[in-house]
C-alpha cells in the first residue's frame, strides 16, 4: 500500500502545537516576574484596601485574563453554532 502524504509532512499529533509554546513561554515569563517581585504592594480598588506581594497581583490578573478569554471563546462558540 502507498503513502498518498508527502513525507515531509507528519501526523498532527508529532507537531507541538502553538498554544503549547505560547503557553510554556508566558510561564517562564511569569516564572521570572514571580521571583523578582516578591515585594508586598498596598492595593486600593473601590471598597478594599489590602497589602499583597506583586507577584500574586500579577498571577490573579493572569488567571482572570485568562479565564475571560476562555469565556469569551466558548460564548462565541456557541453563537456561531446557531
Known sequence: MTDDQPRNVRDSNDRIGIGLIVTVIVV?????????????????FLFLNVSLPVWLVAVI?????????WA???????????
Open 28 to 44: 517562564v515569563i511569569v516564572g521570572i516576574f514571580v521571583m523578582q517581585n516578591r515585594d508586598p504592594v498596598q492595593i486600593e
Open 61 to 69: 490578573f493572569l488567571v482572570l485574563g485568562a479565564a475571560l478569554g
Open 72 to 82: 469569551w471563546r466558548w460564548v462565541r462558540g456557541r453563537r456561531s453554532r446557531r
